[in-house]
């Protein structure tokens, strides 16, 4: 069984820098692709970037330039650094994995607060 969790979020003004992190345990296999998503209140789910087995990285458009996706193969975690926020980044962002063949599994989400 795969979990994710989360940690690093909080709150900062708009200009400063948080780095989440996701931690997985269990066997996360070696073909898969993790990813960082974003959610406010009465909005659907976004992606925010995503980086493959491969290394191949993608980031949404919103943050391009000012959000890193990394991650420690070894450790099993990937982290989210966030600079140059701004308060429309306000929003809980959760961690995914996908498998391919297997599924996809969630973390439970972290806040992250923006103040103007």
């Known amino acids: 069984q795969v979990q994710l969790v989360e940690s690093g979020g909080g709150s900062v003004q708009a200009g400063g820098s948080l780095k989440l992190s996701c931690v997985a345990s269990?066997?996360?296999?070696?073909?898969?692709?993790w990813g960082w998503y974003r959610q406010v209140p009465g909005k659907e789910r976004e992606r925010v970037a995503d980086?493959?087995?491969?290394?191949?990285?993608k980031y949404a458009d919103f943050v391009k330039g000012r959000f890193t996706i990394s991650r420690d193969r070894a450790e099993k975690i990937v982290y989210l650094h966030m600079n140059t926020l701004k308060p429309e980044d306000t929003a809980v962002y959760f961690c995914?994995?996908?498998?391919?063949?297997?599924?996809?599994?969630w973390g439970q989400g972290t806040q992250v607060t923006v103040s103007s």
């Open positions: 995914n994995l996908y498998v391919a063949g297997r599924g996809e599994y």
């Open positions: 269990g066997n996360i296999w070696t073909t898969n692709t």
């Open positions: 980086i493959s087995n491969t290394g191949t990285i």
